[in-house]
């Protein structure tokens, strides 16, 4: 993709915020596993940097999708996976469908506030019961009155400790089966009934992530977004920004880990000359970076038809794809050139094979997005016509 003057001075911008404002404190915000995403977004969005994408009428910049993955991709050069994912969640997770089919009202009081980084928003999709199958999910809403009723729970939620409101995905009605009988629902999290339990990882420490508790919550019947029970439908459309922004965001953080190798195997000795010289070792860095270089191609092509309004379906899931294996595949290998060194929990490298492991899982599984490509294919059984689709 073609980028112009207006998104390098856009990446510019988000650099200078990464390195001032985030790289510094990452160490800190690691160790004490969490970050102030408060004090963090409200800078972000003095700079218009959560709602780059989004209308001006919200406090968005106004900008095509296509800006908004240059700051995806400059926050991968954050030195932790934990922090970019929480912004991801404002940006790209939790607010695409609000933006999209939220109702005035609704967008002036949850969209705004989160473009200006005076809330916290999460997504809440996925459930104790399982996050693969959407839509299985067995959290409830019923109507009484002007309001929603919600009960049940929500598991992995990313800040969802701290967040001011939820884009909560929930079973609205008694028909039309699993695809039809959802919506997605805004739900302040202040509202009486709500509980959350910290969730304790194995990576992406800064991160808040919660398990959250709903008994008999109430909230306003029109904090529904768009239309009643079109909430899976939506949440797929949700989905294709969150798994591009899972692609792109990854390519900085990708390179890194190859360069970061590479120093320390130049300068690492073994039987007298550098790792870095052992043909095994050069030959298979670059093997990876040309791994990289194709993620970023077909990352940015799919953003690119993405602007155009085509439906990247395929491509967003393959990307997807592609990004929680070479997460697993770079970190995996450059961990073994860092020898003793690379198994430590301070080493940066191990960070990274901590951070990464969880894109193979989260936003879709890897099976979950080869499910969806084979459906396309028409691969799989039950599925005989191919859908043209990007
Ligand atoms: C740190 C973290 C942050 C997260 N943040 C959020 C968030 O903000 N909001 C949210 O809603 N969710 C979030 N998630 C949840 C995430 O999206 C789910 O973990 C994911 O969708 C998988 O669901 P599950 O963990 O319940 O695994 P399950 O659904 O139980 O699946 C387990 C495994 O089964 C395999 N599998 C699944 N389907 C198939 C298939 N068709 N064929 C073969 N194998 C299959 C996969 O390997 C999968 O990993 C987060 C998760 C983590 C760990």
Redesign the pocket.
């Known amino acids: 993709m073609l980028l112009t003057e207006e998104h390098e001075a856009l990446r510019r911008t988000a650099a200078r915020f990464v390195r001032e404002e985030i790289e510094p404190h990452v160490d800190a915000w690691e160790e004490a596993e969490r970050f102030p995403s408060h004090e963090v977004f409200r800078k972000m969005g003095d700079l218009g940097l959560l709602g780059i994408k989004y209308d001006p009428a919200y406090g968005g910049l106004g900008l095509d999708f296509s800006y908004s993955m240059v700051l995806a991709e400059e926050t991968g050069a954050v030195s932790c996976g934990g922090v970019p994912?929480a912004i991801g969640?404002q940006t790209d997770?939790a607010t695409p469908a609000l933006a999209r089919f939220g109702s005035d009202r609704l967008k002036r009081e949850y969209l705004a506030p989160a473009i200006a980084g005076e809330m916290v928003s999460?997504?809440?999709?996925?459930?104790p019961s399982?996050?693969?199958?959407v839509a299985a999910l067995r959290t409830t809403a019923r109507r009484d009155g002007g309001d929603w009723v919600i009960s049940g729970g929500?598991?992995?939620?990313?800040?969802?400790m701290k967040a001011d409101w939820c884009c909560l995905l929930a079973n609205t009605e008694d028909e039309g089966g699993p695809h039809r009988n959802k919506s997605l629902i805004v739900v302040p999290m202040d509202a009486a009934g709500i509980e959350r339990r910290k969730i304790r990882?194995i990576g992406?420490m800064s991160?808040d992530?919660a398990e959250l508790f709903f008994d008999e919550v109430r909230v306003p019947a029109e904090n529904v977004v768009g239309e009643r029970g079109k909430g899976f439908t939506y949440q797929m459309m949700q989905f294709q920004e969150e798994r591009l922004w899972a692609a792109v965001n990854a390519l900085r953080w990708l390179d890194r880990q190859i360069d970061m190798t590479i120093e320390y195997a130049r300068d690492r000795k073994v039987f007298g000359g550098s790792v870095l010289d052992n043909q095994v070792v050069h030959f298979r860095l670059a093997e990876l970076r040309t791994e990289v270089e194709a993620l970023r191609a077909m990352a940015w092509s799919a953003v690119e038809r993405y602007v155009a309004g085509e439906d990247v379906t395929r491509l967003a899931s393959m990307a997807k794809l592609k990004t929680g294996r070479l997460l697993r595949e770079v970190a995996d290998s450059c961990l073994q050139y860092w020898g003793g060194n690379g198994y430590t929990w301070e080493s940066p490298i191990a960070r990274a094979f901590r951070d990464g492991r969880?894109a193979?899982?989260?936003?879709?599984?890897?099976?979950?997005m080869?499910?969806i490509i084979c459906k396309l294919e028409g691969t799989l059984p039950g599925t005989s016509n191919r859908r043209r689709a990007n």
């Open positions: 994912m969640v997770m999460c997504i809440g999709v996925s459930e399982g996050g693969s199958d929500k598991m992995w939620i990313t800040n969802g990882k992406m991160s992530t969880l193979s899982i989260g936003g879709g599984a890897d099976e979950v080869l499910g």
